[in-house]
């Protein structure tokens, strides 16, 4: 009976215990939104308003900005930030399943290597490749942003996605070669499926990854191809930071990933506990 | 018509020698089985007949024909994996279809051959189920499909009974070997477990790292093993060995400090050639020895060890002068039971002796 108790009491402190880290974790998220819906003068009150009439004139202020035209750069965030994904993940599942499957001539070198641009600061390499795209003429350019976060995005993605291509016994492979498919088509249609969760998670990580890119965005970008971050810090005014219009902006950028990290939660889940085939 | 033939198969890994010069033809309709421990490389050639991996010397042929350099996809040969290599992310109905896909087979007619198969597996309500909704003797009868639904030349099949409980496997090796004998297609089969080789194959081929030591029908196999390791890896116990230099002293006989058995005329015409005490291993199987609890002439004594009951017959393990040797005798044939510790007689059958040299382990008689 004490048993019982005990394991009762320990199930209640877990649950209390989870509650209590998913409000931390989740506050400053839902704190971004109500301070969105209110007005400059609310969101300096103290103490911090929780129970306010909301208002969308944050949101709809972005629209009507011309300095830094709120929208264009949106778009530009989601477009450099799903292009740079897909080319990510096109190039490291090709390449992770490579150094997963075949003897590559010094290829742990190579792969450390790989997954050192991983590490490398940005800070040290934004002035060479300004210098660099300058001179190619490629400044202000969302091709040009989207080849620098790939630089990032390929590397992560060949090293999360190795270990889920080693996951996969070689005999699927095999039977797949011997039913009469090709290499690529044993890859497409027996390996990839199989790495799904990990494709997901990955995607995740680099639309996170480049969606927050502050410093490469400002450095290499101007009008055409400037992103939502950078808009972000212009929204510093001179009466100091318009809180308001900064969270609207911040909530528009985490709603989308918040809904495809919703509707993919299950792979997620997988991918991060890099799950086991069954 | 699948004939298989292997002309000096030749497999390294790396530095290691896994196949060593393997040569063996394997008739049309026959159901042949690689038999060995583990690493003896009777699956790196089967492997090689699949074309998962390439010969470093040495051809395959398929019916004349030379496939070294085909894709395995070409071979026209299906494999049944150890691990069954189903696939987790495709149901029951997809994996029938799956091979079927690969070679552009109409809808129509993939359904009806999903169909067939499936009604002949015994698989048709389980077809919208996944691997991991199977249990294990499901999984294998999916992987058996998969090589089915093909119709290839030949079947390769890798120890697919090896994750099944004891009695799932013996019914599943009935229901092989008459499903081999209705197909009438070329298989070949790889296991360690030689009851379950002398149980299925028509042809036997013994292995042992990388080099063929036999090839045979079962019961060659059993009656006349070429070598010590033939003689020692077939039969359920496995054959009792004595060390016995033959000895020469007005009638021949073999003899070490421990006991002497003479040899009668047919075994002493046949060892007439061999050097007097040349260094022997006396080979005799369990079955072949009789046992009895009072001396009788010529029998020599032992003292029981332990004694083994296995449903209708004792397998009695005996100390023969420091030596342990296994007894099988029927119970009822028997007349008595053993005890240990018991003072008991044997005889060998003198026709069942075998005798191997000691260095080269060669079978001499």
Same mark, same amino acid.
């Given at each position: 009976?004490?048993?019982?108790?005990?394991?009762?009491?320990?199930?209640?402190?877990?649950?209390?215990?989870?509650?209590?880290?998913?409000?931390?974790?989740?506050?400053?998220?839902?704190?971004?939104?109500?301070?969105?819906?209110?007005?400059?003068?609310?969101?300096?009150?103290?103490?911090?308003?929780?129970?306010?009439?909301?208002?969308?004139?944050?949101?709809?202020?972005?629209?009507?900005?011309?300095?830094?035209?709120?929208?264009?750069?949106?778009?530009?965030?989601?477009?450099?930030?799903?292009?740079?994904?897909?080319?990510?993940?096109?190039?490291?599942?090709?390449?992770?399943?490579?150094?997963?499957?075949?003897?590559?001539?010094?290829?742990?070198?190579?792969?450390?290597?790989?997954?050192?641009?991983?590490?490398?600061?940005?800070?040290?390499?934004?002035?060479?490749?300004?210098?660099?795209?300058?001179?190619?003429?490629?400044?202000?350019?969302?091709?040009?942003?989207?080849?620098?976060?790939?630089?990032?995005?390929?590397?992560?993605?060949?090293?999360?996605?190795?270990?889920?291509?080693?996951?996969?016994?070689?005999?699927?492979?095999?039977?797949?070669?011997?039913?009469?498919?090709?290499?690529?088509?044993?890859?497409?249609?027996?390996?990839?499926?199989?790495?799904?969760?990990?494709?997901?998670?990955?995607?995740?990580?680099?639309?996170?990854?480049?969606?927050?890119?502050?410093?490469?965005?400002?450095?290499?970008?101007?009008?055409?191809?400037?992103?939502?971050?950078?808009?972000?810090?212009?929204?510093?005014?001179?009466?100091?930071?318009?809180?308001?219009?900064?969270?609207?902006?911040?909530?528009?950028?985490?709603?989308?990933?918040?809904?495809?990290?919703?509707?993919?939660?299950?792979?997620?889940?997988?991918?991060?506990?890099?799950?086991?085939?069954? | 018509?699948?004939?298989?033939?292997?002309?000096?198969?030749?497999?390294?890994?790396?530095?290691?020698?896994?196949?060593?010069?393997?040569?063996?033809?394997? /008739?049309?309709?026959?159901?042949?089985?690689?038999?060995?421990?583990?690493?003896?490389?009777?699956?790196?050639?089967?492997?090689?007949?699949?074309?998962?991996?390439?010969?470093?010397?040495?051809?395959?042929?398929?019916?004349?024909?030379?496939?070294?350099?085909?894709?395995?996809?070409?071979?026209?040969?299906?494999?049944?994996?150890?691990?069954?290599?189903?696939?987790?992310?495709?149901?029951?109905?997809?994996?029938?279809?799956?091979?079927?896909?690969?070679?552009?087979?109409?809808?129509?007619?993939?359904?009806?051959?999903?169909?067939?198969? /499936?009604?002949?597996?015994?698989?048709?309500?389980?077809?919208?189920?996944?691997?991991?909704?199977?249990?294990?003797?499901?999984?294998?009868?999916?992987?058996?499909?998969?090589?089915?639904?093909?119709?290839?030349?030949?079947?390769?099949?890798?120890?697919?009974?090896?994750?099944?409980?004891?009695?799932?496997?013996?019914?599943?090796?009935?229901?092989?070997?008459?499903?081999?004998?209705?197909?009438?297609?070329?298989?070949?089969?790889?296991?360690?477990?030689?009851?379950?080789?002398?149980?299925?194959?028509?042809?036997?081929?013994?292995?042992?790292?990388?080099?063929?030591?036999?090839?045979?029908?079962?019961?060659?196999?059993?009656?006349?093993?070429?070598?010590?390791?033939?003689?020692?890896?077939?039969?359920?116990?496995?054959?009792?060995?004595?060390?016995?230099?033959?000895?020469?002293?007005?009638?021949?006989?073999?003899?070490?400090?421990?006991?002497?058995? /003479?040899?009668?005329?047919?075994?002493?015409?046949?060892?007439?050639?061999?050097? /007097?005490?040349?260094?022997?291993?006396?080979?005799?199987?369990?079955?072949?020895?009789?046992?009895?609890?009072?001396?009788?002439?010529?029998?020599?004594?032992?003292?029981?060890?332990?004694?083994?009951?296995?449903?209708?017959?004792?397998?009695?393990?005996?100390?023969?002068?420091?030596?342990?040797?296994?007894?099988?005798?029927?119970?009822?044939?028997?007349?008595?039971?053993?005890?240990?510790?018991?003072?008991?007689?044997?005889?060998?059958?003198?026709?069942?002796?075998?005798?191997?040299?000691?260095?080269?382990?060669?079978?001499?008689?």
């Amino acid at each position: 009976m004490i048993a019982d108790l005990w394991s009762k009491a320990r199930q209640s402190l877990l649950f209390l215990s989870m509650v209590i880290i998913g409000l931390v974790f989740a506050f400053p998220l839902v704190w971004i939104a109500m301070s969105s819906f209110k007005t400059r003068v609310q969101n300096f009150a103290l103490p911090p308003l929780v129970i306010f009439q909301p208002t969308l004139e944050n949101y709809t202020g972005l629209f009507q900005l011309q300095n830094p035209a709120f929208m264009a750069d949106y778009r530009n965030s989601f477009v450099i930030a799903v292009g740079s994904t897909v080319i990510s993940l096109v190039m490291g599942c090709l390449t992770a399943y490579g150094f997963s499957r075949h003897e590559i001539k010094m290829g742990g070198c190579l792969f450390g290597w790989i997954l050192s641009l991983r590490f490398f600061p940005v800070v040290a390499m934004v002035i060479p490749i300004y210098v660099l795209f300058r001179g190619l003429k490629l400044l202000d350019n969302h091709a040009a942003l989207i080849a620098v976060y790939c630089i990032f995005n390929i590397s992560f993605t060949i090293w999360f996605l190795k270990g889920f291509f080693d996951e996969i016994p070689k005999s699927l492979e095999e039977a797949a070669r011997l039913d009469g498919y090709s290499p690529f088509q044993v890859f497409y249609r027996v390996c990839l499926p199989l790495v799904r969760p990990g494709i997901i998670t990955a995607a995740i990580f680099c639309l996170i990854q480049s969606i927050n890119e502050f410093l490469l965005a400002m450095s290499l970008t101007a009008r055409v191809a400037e992103t939502a971050p950078v808009a972000l810090a212009k929204l510093q005014t001179a009466v100091g930071p318009d809180w308001g219009k900064m969270c609207a902006v911040s909530s528009l950028l985490i709603v989308p990933i918040l809904i495809f990290t919703i509707l993919v939660r299950n792979q997620l889940i997988r991918g991060m506990s890099f799950g086991k085939l069954k | 018509m699948a004939t298989i033939d292997l002309e000096h198969l030749t497999l390294y890994y790396g530095r290691v020698l896994a196949v060593d010069d393997v040569s063996l033809c394997i /008739a049309d309709r026959e159901l042949c089985v690689l038999l060995g421990p583990t690493g003896c490389g009777k699956t790196s050639t089967m492997r090689m007949i699949a074309g998962l991996e390439t010969p470093s010397t040495g051809k395959v042929y398929l019916d004349g024909e030379v496939i070294n350099h085909l894709y395995p996809g070409d071979r026209d040969v299906a494999m049944v994996f150890q691990d069954y290599a189903l696939y987790p992310h495709m149901t029951v109905k997809q994996h029938f279809a799956f091979p079927l896909q690969a070679h552009k087979v109409t809808k129509a007619e993939l359904e009806q051959r999903v169909g067939e198969v /499936a009604d002949f597996l015994q698989l048709s309500d389980l077809l919208d189920r996944y691997p991991s909704e199977l249990s294990v003797g499901q999984q294998q009868r999916v992987a058996m499909g998969r090589a089915l639904i093909r119709r290839p030349k030949a079947f390769l099949m890798d120890e697919p009974l090896g994750q099944l409980d004891g009695r799932t496997r013996a019914e599943m090796r009935a229901s092989l070997k008459r499903l081999q004998q209705e197909l009438g297609t070329t298989t070949i089969y790889v296991t360690h477990d030689q009851v379950e080789a002398q149980s299925l194959g028509d042809k036997i081929v013994v292995m042992k790292t990388g080099l063929i030591q036999q090839v045979g029908t079962p019961e060659e196999i059993y009656n006349d093993p070429a070598n010590l390791f033939v003689a020692g890896f077939i039969g359920t116990p496995s054959m009792n060995f004595l060390e016995c230099p033959l000895h020469v002293d007005g009638k021949v006989g073999l003899k070490n400090h421990r006991f002497e058995v /003479a040899l009668g005329p047919s075994l002493t015409q046949k060892v007439k050639d061999t050097p /007097a005490e040349r260094p022997l291993i006396l080979g005799i199987r369990p079955e072949h020895i009789r046992l009895s609890p009072q001396d009788e002439s010529g029998d020599l004594p032992a003292e029981v060890y332990v004694v083994e009951s296995h449903g209708n017959e004792y397998v009695v393990n005996l100390n023969l002068g420091g030596d342990v040797i296994k007894v099988r005798r029927d119970r009822k044939k028997l007349g008595f039971r053993p005890e240990v510790g018991q003072t008991v007689w044997v005889r060998f059958l003198q026709d069942k002796i075998h005798l191997f040299d000691k260095e080269t382990g060669a079978r001499l008689v």
